[in-house]
């Protein structure tokens, strides 16, 4: 995670150098639309930075469930800045849509874009990387940023091609408006994110339904309920009850919740899991209790 964050940083400096010299040199809207997004992205790789850091400090007394939250704050402030970048993008492709200008100097900018895909592209491969690995939200984030600037500055490079060898100065202003659009929607993606995490939603419903299965699986198990998840960060939590014969000692209830949270953990290693054990309803022992 320290290794993508540190990456994102480096790339987005090195993109808004990159796409500020184009855009000089060409005057270009979508151009300006692709470099505003990375200073986005830079900021937000530098709080994600700063975030992943405090993200992996360890469970201390003041926060007994880790630091995992700070991910989504840091994916919050994604959102708002993602926000703000689309409406500056968005007034400045009005204004090209009401005065219609040439795009000057394309080959440099030609060639920014080309460098900065290619950048880009190895961000988003190592970015994937990582996420197959952690399951990082903040990472998964951030990596939904370059994802969208691959394909910005595709659309980008379709502009100035369009503008420069076909003339047709319309297809600068309108391919920003479709990158600003494509910005605004990446920005709801990011936020929903965030907020599902500091809301404490549950996982998806096929994860509670595979440790509903391998708790199920085991043999001495007869049923389970109160199954509640969450996730903060890279960590999940997982709490059931399980229902188990009556009569059986209090040792052996012990041993089978705790091979029940091995086959757990053997699947999602990063989870903290917390199992109650208690008889199941029909047990005569449970029935001759209600009855006193």
């Known amino acids: 995670m320290r290794l993508a964050a540190m990456a994102a940083v480096t790339v987005a400096i090195s993109l808004i150098v990159l ?3 184009g855009w000089l040199a060409s005057g270009s809207v979508a151009l300006l639309s692709s470099l505003g997004d990375s200073v986005v992205d830079a900021m937000a790789s530098l709080v994600n930075l700063m975030a992943v850091r405090h993200a992996l400090k360890p469970a201390d007394e003041e926060h007994r469930f880790g630091h995992g939250k700070v991910e989504a704050l840091a ?16 007034m400045e492709a009005i204004r090209s849509l009401v005065e219609p200008r040439p795009v000057a100097a394309a080959p440099i900018a030609i060639v ?3 460098v900065t895909l290619i950048a880009s592209v190895g961000l988003v491969w190592l970015q994937r990387w990582v996420i ?4 990082s939200t903040i990472i998964r984030a951030d990596s939904l940023h370059y994802q969208s600037d691959v394909l910005l500055n595709l659309t980008v ?3 100035l091609l369009l503008t420069s060898e076909l003339g047709w100065y319309l297809a600068d202003p309108l391919l920003g408006l479709a990158i600003a659009g494509y910005i605004l929607y990446g920005a709801w993606a990011i936020g929903r994110l965030a907020l ?3 809301m404490d939603r549950e996982l998806p419903a096929r994860d509670r339904a595979r440790i509903e299965a391998l708790a199920l699986a085991h043999g001495e198990v007869r049923s389970l309920h109160r199954l509640r998840t969450r996730q903060a960060g890279p960590d999940r939590f997982v709490e059931l009850h399980l229902r188990l014969d009556g009569h059986l000692p209090l040792t052996v209830a012990h041993r089978i ?3 029940v949270k091995d086959e757990i953990l053997a699947i999602y290693p990063d989870a903290q899991v917390l199992i109650h054990e208690e008889p199941e309803p029909d047990s005569p022992d449970v029935q001759g209790l209600r009855r006193s």
């Open 196 to 198: 599902d995490m500091l």
């Open 257 to 259: 919740s705790h091979e």
């Open 132 to 135: 197959r690995r952690t399951g």
């Open 157 to 159: 490079l379709a502009a």
């Open 112 to 114: 920014a874009i080309l």
């Open 75 to 90: 994916a919050l402030f994604q959102a708002g800045a993602v926000i703000g970048t689309g409406a500056i993008v968005i």
């Open 19 to 21: 796409k500020g010299v």
